[in-house]
């Protein structure tokens, strides 16, 4: 039986284009751990996104690409800030602490962004023997909340963090989402504004299962193949991941799977505000929809259409759009919601 859901974006199915690259990468044999012709294919995509001296790491997640790569800027005695609500602080069960061995210093944003005044509520006692030492800042893009930093916030921030001697990760589980909805090439908001490392997402955007670190400062290259190993995140046949990474950075698949699940999302947003009752909680930048509904309303729903209760305390709700949402979708799930508000 098929059914339709709003909990994530993971929910998703593979884009036809990803199988195909799936079976076109599954002919005859080839070397193991990355040295094949299909992740050289993607090294030579990346650049061309990224720019001539990013390099790109193929994982298995988007918790091990956030860990690799914070891994590689942090040594042991170093730490991180991030917003409150950062991926990497709330919903990764630990990973960063446990497998990376990482200190969280995490501060409280509005809308999910972080801005230079978040920022400096960490970035003090430098030098401290007694305070772990503050070395990058993580920032999520699109954020959790379903904000996007634009590219002058996001600029400001870079170039805020380095001017402490810290260096900044980008994760961007929903990067491809922030792109399309700024209009942006993925390099306008990675490369071109100073970020030194980014967590690549490809599954929520239709991958079967595919990360990437992509390294843009070359002073972090030597420690990534290492820290991908140690991680479990080197795939021996990395081809299979390599390609889907592949698939959705040609012909702007990335751009196209994106930009439909944020005008889906805007669908969404524009249906459930009609909605008498319903309150929208958030802006709707990326592919999130994020409402306030009574408990009881929530309750009925979530027994016709799968999705998340986002605070329990305020009865916010949150709605995700994917690459394979339809307007059909949309609007059956907007008149279950009116129907649900008038019991």
């Not at 420690?223 to 592949?246: D, N």
């Not at 729903?301 to 998340?308: A, E, P």
């Amino acid at each position: 039986m098929t059914w339709r859901g709003f909990a994530s974006d993971n929910y998703a199915g593979v884009h036809p284009e990803v199988l195909d690259a799936i079976v076109r990468a599954n002919a005859g044999h080839a070397v193991a751990y990355g040295d094949d012709d299909e992740t050289s294919r993607l090294g030579e995509l990346v650049r061309d996104h990224f720019g001539a001296h990013a390099e790109v790491f193929p994982v298995f997640n988007g918790t091990g690409a956030n860990v690799v790569a914070l891994q590689a800027i942090c040594r042991p005695w170093e730490s991180v800030i991030c917003a409150d609500t950062a991926h990497v602080n709330v919903d990764e069960g630990g990973a960063p602490e446990k497998v990376g061995r990482l200190k969280l210093w995490t501060t409280p944003t509005e809308d999910g962004l972080l801005t230079p005044e978040a920022i400096d509520v960490h970035a003090v006692r430098f030098g401290d023997v007694h305070r772990a030492q503050q070395a990058v800042v993580t920032v999520t893009q699109s954020s959790e909340l379903g904000t996007a930093y634009s590219v002058e916030q996001l600029g400001t921030l870079v170039e805020h963090v380095h001017s402490l001697g810290m260096k900044v990760h980008l994760d961007g589980a929903r990067l491809a989402n922030a792109a399309a909805g700024l209009g942006v090439e993925l390099r306008a908001i990675t490369t071109d504004v100073g970020v030194d490392i980014v967590s690549l997402g490809a599954t929520k955007n239709g991958a079967m299962g595919a990360e990437a670190v992509v390294v843009l400062d070359n002073s972090l290259l030597h420690a990534v193949p290492y820290l991908r190993k140690t991680s479990m995140q080197l795939a021996s046949k990395m081809r299979f991941v390599s390609a889907q990474l592949s698939a959705l950075l040609t012909d702007d698949l990335w751009r196209r799977n994106a930009q439909h699940a944020n005008e889906m999302a805007q669908r969404l947003l524009e249906g459930a505000r009609s909605v008498p009752g319903v309150r929208i909680a958030r802006r709707v930048d990326a592919n999130a929809v994020f409402a306030i509904l009574p408990r009881d309303v929530t309750a009925r729903l979530q027994k016709r259409y799968r999705f998340y209760e986002w605070d329990e305390h305020t009865g916010e709700v949150r709605w995700m759009c994917a690459w394979d949402t339809t307007p059909e979708d949309v609007d059956d799930f907007v008149s279950a919601l009116a129907e649900e508000m008038r019991v």
